[in-house]
Every structure is written in C-alpha cells, then in structure tokens.
C-alpha cells in the first residue's frame, strides 16, 4: 500500500524559501508514475502546484511556475518541493500525491499546513 | 488558462439524489476526476476517467461526461457523504481543479 508522508517547517518568513520534503513508502518511485504537489489555502479550494516524473522530467502550474522546483531523489524514494519569494499568500495546507494522467490524483498524503508569517 | 466552474453549494434530503456539475470548454473531450473532502481531512478520489470508481468507493458514487460538463452524482445520499467535492482535469500536462461544491445532506 503506497504511502505518502510530508516534512518541513511549519513556518516560514516571508521573502524566503519553502522547503517540504514527501516521503513514499509501500512503492518505488523509480517505478513510474507523476508525483506532485498541491496546496490548498485555509477555507479555500485545491491548487495543484506541479509533478515530477522519476526521470526528472517536470511540470509547473504556470501562475508558480517562476518561484517552484520540484526535484526527486530516488535513491531515498522521495522527492521535493522549493517555493521561493512566498508571502502570506502562500500559507496553505501543502499534500503531495501520486498522480496518473486520466487515472487520477492518489494516494494523498496527510498535508502539512504551512504558514508564512514574521 | 483552463478552468474549470462547479457551483459553491449543493443541499440533498437523506435518500435522494445529488448531482454536482463542473463546467469547461470541451470537458468531454478530457478525462474528468472527482474527489471528496471531509473537513481536516485529506481528499480522497472517487471518480476517475470521467465514470470509473476506485475500489472501496460506494455504488452510490457515479460519474458522467459529456460535451461541457461533467457530473458527480450520488444516488441515496448518506448523510456521510456530506463533504466538499472537487472535479479535476488535465490541460496539456498540467492539472486543473474546480473551485470545489460543498454538498449538505439536510
């Protein structure tokens, strides 16, 4: 059963970068499949941030696309998201999750709830 | 950019059935995902390729799309299944979600 696990602190000022880590347990990222990034606002909806395929290969949401990187280490069978210049606009509970074109986004991590504040 | 539009809110009686819609241009022509949110929880996919339920996801739950708009239905509404619903589809490679319908079973 895949599992995923996000790490990373709670709070970050702003101006400076957001660094989360995703943990996949039960399923080898080398395997195949996207991996990607979501967030959701407090009392918002879902925006999808970006994925990463086990080659490295990437896709940005491009309203983030400028200020997100997105990178996998297969080796620990995770991978990562950096969001830099954030503001109080980018506290939100982050998940990250497997996704599969027209298969859909799933398993979902259980979030990390991220606030950018001074 | 690509969007997708669902209404803010849908209201069901116990038992009776709750369509939720998500608009955008030429939809049918793209695979369409729904996914159920309970709040402080994680969403959870419940629809995937427009009609097909994941295992462990209720009978009750089904799917339809077609020209612009897809649609969740939930045939015998539970009170259980009172949560918010998202529709999602991709664009090129990249991710689209509705705005999301919060769907009371009152």
């Known amino acids: 059963q895949v599992q995923l696990q996000e790490s990373g602190p709670g709070l970050v000022k702003p101006s400076e970068t957001l660094s989360l880590t995703c943990g996949v347990s039960g399923f080898s990222i080398s395997s195949g499949y996207y991996w990607a990034w979501i967030r959701q606002p407090p009392g918002k909806g879902l925006e999808w941030i970006g994925n990463i395929y086990h080659s490295g290969r990437t896709n940005y949401n491009p309203s983030l696309k400028s200020r997100v990187i997105i990178s996998v280490d297969t080796s620990k069978n995770h991978f990562s998201l950096k969001l830099s210049s954030v503001s109080a606009a980018d506290t939100a509970v982050y998940y990250c999750?497997?996704?599969?074109?027209?298969?859909?986004?799933?398993?979902w991590g259980q979030g990390i709830l991220v606030t950018v504040s001074s | 950019s690509y969007e997708l539009t669902q209404p803010p809110s849908v209201s069901v009686s116990p038992g009776q059935t709750a369509s939720i819609t998500c608009s955008g241009d030429e939809l049918g022509s793209k695979h369409t995902c729904w996914y159920q949110q309970k709040p402080g929880q994680s969403p959870v996919l419940v629809i995937y390729q427009d009609v097909t339920r994941p295992l462990g996801i209720p009978a009750r739950f089904s799917g339809s799309n077609s020209g612009n708009t897809a649609t969740l239905t939930i045939s015998v509404t539970q009170a259980v299944d009172e949560a918010d619903y998202y529709c999602q589809a991709w664009d090129s490679s990249t991710v689209v979600f509705g705005g999301g319908t919060k769907l009371t079973v009152l």
């Open positions: 999750s497997r996704e599969e074109n027209s298969r859909g986004i799933d398993p």
